[in-house]
């Protein structure tokens, strides 16, 4: 067991740029999330997949985000025309999926929008 | 819809001192609790978790009893040590639904 692994492990752009975040979860693990988290908060949970397959996408997820996970393994984050609010903790988790299994977080991408 | 709220902080304590880190939670339907920390410079780790109403999640010396007539899950430890320091957060998982709701973290400080 590796754990999730998340890169960059911190990112810094200037608005208007896009940025891409990388997450590979632990290996035989077939769901993945992502959540951000801005100071001071708790993480919020912004979609995941099962497998290959996006199931659920918060309302936080504005147009200009986009996740993938192309072969069900490891999955993008994009954010295009990055805004000062963007600047958060990215985290991505990642379990099984069955019943009542815990999910194990990454250590994170720190984004801060200059 | 869900939430959870969480003792503010930060909280300091003496090494051995008795913590209890209240967290109280509103949801629809029967969730399951969950304790992760948080150390610094590193990411989320599941401390314990409690699936029913009367389970106690237990790991490392902490404890959490799942409360349904309180609707409560207080962490609780009886001797803390300066390695406990760390931020605590509370979370929430509905039935049916896979996403965690957190409450915004205890910073918890033990001074030796």
């Known amino acids: 067991d590796t754990g999730v692994s998340q890169n960059p492990r911190h990112k810094i752009t200037k608005r208007g740029q896009n940025v891409t975040f990388r997450c590979d979860p632990i290996?035989?693990?077939?769901?993945l999330y992502w959540y951000r988290q801005t100071l001071g908060q708790g993480p919020e949970f912004l979609t995941y997949f099962q497998n290959e397959a996006q199931l659920e996408k918060s309302r936080l997820l504005s147009d200009r985000f986009s996740a993938e996970r192309p072969k069900g393994s490891f999955s993008t984050l994009e954010i295009q025309r990055t805004e000062q609010g963007d600047s958060a903790m990215y985290l991505c988790a990642s379990s099984l999926s069955q019943p009542n299994q815990p999910q194990h977080f990454g250590d994170g991408t720190r984004l801060s929008i200059l | 819809g869900d939430s959870v709220t969480q003792m503010e902080g930060p909280v300091t304590l003496s090494e051995e001192a008795f913590l209890t880190i209240n967290c109280t939670y509103t949801?629809?339907?029967?969730?399951?609790l969950f304790w992760y920390v948080q150390y610094p410079g590193e990411g989320l780790q599941l401390l314990l978790k409690a699936t029913k109403a009367d389970d106690k999640g237990s790991n490392k010396g902490f404890e959490a009893t799942y409360r349904k007539e309180t609707t409560s899950f207080h962490l609780e430890k009886g001797s803390v040590q300066v390695s406990d320091s760390a931020v605590y957060f509370c979370a929430l998982r509905n039935f049916g639904n896979e996403k965690l709701t957190f409450g915004t973290g205890t910073r918890l400080t033990i001074i030796p």
């Open positions: 949801a629809t339907g029967y969730p399951s």
């Open positions: 290996s035989e693990h077939n769901r």
